[in-house]
């Protein structure tokens, strides 16, 4: 079989001349260009060695040069490795070494500092690619044939890696292989009704799963086009709902951001027909408000880098508010006692358990994590508590291990409770996710300073910003005595999420 996933798209495609990607400076991307830059990179690739199989680390801005580079390494058998562009040098030379990528690709002004970075752990190919269809990466690629024989792939060879944060501080690579993206791909496509007629809003990061296989993959597969945005932009996302978009994919946030838009009316929104919000939290108040204004009830589902989309609310039925709907078809999904195991009864809360072909292969070089994240007979214990209610809606409710979500990103207490344990002045901290309108969850530190100690909340912050990538800096630093232990003095998380769960709400 030619390139699994690749393949799958090709056959799908519309009419080599019909639009894929428009962007706001008015670049227009057809299918037709999609395939010839995705083969000119893919030859790139393998005339600087890459093999089927090699990783191709990626830390760049959202383009669409960055689109065709993705496709480039499953037309070339590599395994696709985004990196968040927040990350630091610090932060990219674990990755790097962990991943040992044959090739890194970078943006052309992080060139100079991440050269040196990556030749430390050993990777000797660095490229560049910018957002003006420049870099290094384009202007050798431009030389290269527009056609090339695609590699062979298989259901269960790799396609990507997404690294997710780990409890202990390490990240861990989630292998992802061309039959789980494929067969999830392929039940979005079914299940939201996607058409070649529809546009799509895309607003997302291309480095995270919601913006590269959800929106990607699914628009892909589909035959459909998007408008390509760099980032969130309220203005010009209720522009282009009455040029044509059709639908629209985004994290809380957006859905915030919008509300505060006094252009947001049912008018506006009238050639929309589908809102989805995921990666976050949606809070029931801001479901609600939604279609109040806009006649339009948000579709909210549930997922993970792990696994892509588990469950949705229905197209058709009930969008319940504070629910993310039901297993997706072809995926099961289990409630169970988080010590025992054993099945729990509807509307009792557990740990949430998923099984299916969307599933992932594993942690990329963990063997045992891999296998004690997994149950006997299959399933896959997300870390995630929630339940499923007498009509079969699932609910989350909170999360095991203290992960915080915010914005759509996974960040770990563990993670920034050691920089900041780190700072000179500082005797102990606790890092806490608490209710946040836009994010979802706002990361919170609750700090307990040394005797005769006088730092304040923006010292700690600045002192973290060259150590932790954007996404993971407290949006407050609170300064406390002593933190709040149980009798076998563990620190009482959920006794802080408590204590500050209206700090975002004044």
């Known amino acids: 079989m ?7 798209i090709a056959r799908r495609a519309p009419s080599p001349q019909k639009i894929f990607i428009e962007t706001p400076e008015g670049r227009k991307i057809s299918y037709g260009d999609l395939h010839a830059g995705s083969a000119r990179i893919a030859n790139f690739l393998r005339a600087r060695g890459v093999e089927p199989g090699d990783r191709v680390a990626v830390q760049v801005e959202k383009s669409a040069d960055a689109v065709m580079l993705y496709l480039a390494c499953l037309r070339a058998g590599a395994v696709f490795l985004p990196l968040n562009t927040a990350y630091t040098p610090a932060e990219i030379e674990y990755f790097l070494g962990d ?3 044959r090739v890194f690709v970078c943006d052309p002004a992080s060139r100079e500092k991440l050269t040196p970075v990556a030749s430390k752990v050993g990777v000797t190919h660095v490229e560049t690619l910018g957002v003006r269809e420049d870099g290094s990466l384009i202007e050798d690629a431009r030389a290269m044939s527009a056609e090339c024989v695609d590699v062979e792939r298989g259901a269960d060879d790799l396609a990507a890696i997404l690294y997710t944060s780990g409890t202990t501080g390490r990240s861990k690579g989630a292998m992802l292989s061309h039959g ?11 299940y939201w009704r996607f058409t070649s007629n529809d546009v799509l809003i895309h607003a997302l990061p291309i480095y995270h799963t919601h913006g590269l296989f959800v929106a990607m993959n699914t628009l892909l597969l589909s035959g459909g086009s998007m408008f390509f945005l760099p980032k969130l932009d309220p203005d010009l996302m209720l522009q282009l709902m ?5 639908v629209m994919m985004g994290v809380p946030t957006f859905y915030t951001r919008l509300l505060a838009h006094p252009g947001l009316t049912k008018e506006a929104t009238k050639t929309m027909r589908l809102f989805i919000s995921g990666s976050a939290p949606l809070l029931a108040e801001t479901h609600r408000e939604w279609t109040a204004r806009t006649g339009h009830s948000i579709l909210e589902r549930y997922g993970m880098t792990e696994t892509n989309m588990n469950t949705s609310n229905p197209y058709d039925g009930d969008r319940v508010p504070g629910a993310v709907g039901f297993p997706l078809p072809g995926v099961s999904v289990r409630i169970t006692n988080p010590e025992t195991a054993q099945e729990l009864p509807r509307g009792e809360i557990g740990m949430i358990e998923v099984k299916g072909p969307n599933v992932f292969k594993g942690y990329w070089q963990m063997p ?15 870390g995630d508590l929630g339940k499923i209610d007498e009509r079969g809606y699932v609910s989350i409710v909170g999360r095991d291990k203290d992960l915080v979500i915010t914005g759509g990103f996974n960040v770990y207490p563990i993670e920034v409770e050691t920089e900041i344990d780190e700072l000179p002045g500082v005797f102990e901290s606790a890092v806490v996710g608490v209710p946040h309108a836009d994010f979802g969850e706002g990361v919170t530190a609750v700090v307990v300073l040394k005797k005769d100690a006088a730092l304040d909340e923006k010292q700690i912050i600045s ?22 232990r149980n009798t076998m003095g563990k620190v009482q998380k959920a006794e802080l999420r408590k204590t500050y769960g209206e700090l975002y709400k004044k």
């Open 2 to 8: 030619p390139a699994y996933l690749y393949d799958l």
């Open 99 to 101: 991943a040992t990528p």
């Open 180 to 190: 789980n993206l494929a067969s999830n791909a392929l039940t979005l496509v079914d």
């Open 242 to 246: 009455g040029r044509g978009a059709t």
């Open 368 to 382: 045992e994590k891999t296998a004690s994240e997994f149950r006997k007979d299959g399933f896959f214990i997300t």
């Open 463 to 484: 002192a973290l910003e060259v150590r932790l990538a954007k996404f993971k800096l407290p949006k407050r630093v609170i300064f406390v005595n002593e933190l709040p």
